[in-house]
């Protein structure tokens, strides 16, 4: 069943790396959006993927059929929230619903790697997956760096477990990503004191809820429902 909830539940994940990618990066992928995909609903994902990010280059037919069977979908489970109107080229990740099960990381490593492929797109890189994996690892590294993840209870032996999961795929990329990913896991190995952590948590809690509320403000979603 998929409803505003399931929205709310991944938003907190985008809007720190969206407020994250405009500070470090300047570059704004608010016009990115997440799709949540029922099981059923789409053929974009059957190929076992979690979520795939539209291109711009994706061809307008697929998207029609995405779209078309996102609507059937609508149509038949009036009680759930399918905002079918967000899957555009270019602008839309589609996020299999099953996601909103797994853990926190995962959530998060599954999004932001999608996100990796739109900040590709819109800074004219290669739309490689080395290039999505080196934002993947950079948002990881931010967010821990600065206690987001922690605020979430994600401990660094669920981040090392991530990464490891992930390992088959990082050995595809750079060497750049390889440096990158040794840094994360020697951070990750860093004891904090549970004094210092509360208070470090305590001040980035304040500083993001003033950025939701502030990104709420701005981007307030045309809902289906
Ligand atoms: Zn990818």
Known sequence: ??????????????????????????????HVKVFISPKSGIGALLQGNPAICIRYNQMQHAINVWRKNAQDYANEHQSECIPHHLIEKGKCIILAQHVLQSTCIDQCGIIWHEYGHAYNETRQIKNTEA??????????????????????????????????????????????????????????????????RERFNRYFWCAYSRQVSLHNQENTIAWHK
């Not at 088959?168 to 440096?179: H, P, R, S, V």
């Open 1 to 30: 069943m998929i409803t505003k909830n399931s929205y709310r539940q991944i938003q907190r994940h985008i809007v720190w790396m969206l407020n994250h990618t405009r500070k470090e990066f300047s570059i704004d992928l608010a």
């Open 131 to 196: 290039n999505a994996y080196l934002f993947e690892v950079d948002m990881i590294t931010a967010a821990w760096r600065q206690g987001v993840l922690q605020m979430y209870d994600v401990m660094a032996k669920d981040v090392h477990n991530y990464l490891g999961s992930r390992q088959n795929y990082f050995d595809n990329g750079t060497n750049e990503l390889a440096d990158k990913l040794a840094y994360l896991r020697a951070l990750l190995d860093i004891e904090v004191e549970p004094f210092q």
